[in-house]
């Protein structure tokens, strides 16, 4: 099984709304990511989670907060997001960081509107 | 610091025909990771192919191969014999050797296979 399931596909919230989105990866992996993918751009990264500790918090406005429950599971807790916060948000994990020879599984992504 | 180039806005290639997309990088690190995903418009990020810095030999993966010529600092994806279904977007990515877990996405290249 080397899926990464994201949940919810898509999310339309307004400026005032708190709202989360959820990963999940059954592979055993320990290192777990947030990126955010604006249209026609690459990827970039949020937050890394290793062993369930952030590790990587790349200067991220504090309206997004991270999560990390348990090594299955990765959060990103929304609240008070701007128009511009509207993006692809996609989640990766990877057996290990660095994933330098290991490949990182992405989920399919939450397309946010921020309205 | 990092970089990777991809310098190949879109590309077409006829249906059963092989096509090569683009990447070049830029790393002081001995050791790193190179890596191809596709993104096709329903955003997920699928890996393709990796290859590792103190590989000798060329990844291939199926009808991927990746064209790796580290004097050159290049790492170009081949695909063979394109189906329909490889329209999508293409990205080359690069991990640190380091422990930060971040994976360096170039801009992408779209790819189109015409029937």
């Known amino acids: ?115 | 610091a990092q970089k990777i180039t991809q310098t190949q806005p879109g590309m077409f290639v006829q249906e059963k025909e092989a096509v090569t997309l683009d990447c070049t990088y830029d790393t002081s690190d001995q050791s790193y990771g190179l890596f191809w995903y596709k993104q096709p418009s329903s955003g997920e990020m699928i890996f393709l192919i990796y290859q590792g810095s103190y590989d000798e030999q060329n990844a291939t993966e199926g009808r991927y191969s990746l064209n790796f010529q580290k004097a050159r600092k290049s790492a170009n994806l081949v695909i063979s014999a394109s189906q329909l279904g490889d329209s999508a977007m293409y990205f080359c990515a690069m991990s640190d050797g380091g422990s930060q877990g971040n994976l360096i996405f170039g801009k992408g290249t779209k790819l189109s296979v015409k029937p």
């Open chain 1, 1 to 115: 099984d080397t899926e990464v399931t994201q949940t919810p596909k898509h999310l339309v919230m307004g400026m005032t709304n708190k709202k989360s989105l959820k990963c999940e990866q059954h592979m055993g992996h320990r290192a777990m990511y947030w990126y955010k993918q604006k249209a026609k751009k690459p990827p970039e990264l949020m937050f890394v989670y290793s062993y369930e500790k952030l590790s990587i918090n790349e200067s991220v406005p504090s309206r997004f907060s991270p999560e990390c429950p348990n090594s299955s599971l990765l959060n990103l807790h929304l609240h008070a997001l701007q128009p511009e916060d509207s993006a692809l948000y996609l989640c990766a994990s990877s057996q290990d960081i660095p994933p330098g020879a290991l490949e990182a599984f992405f989920g399919q992504g939450t397309r946010l509107t921020v309205v």
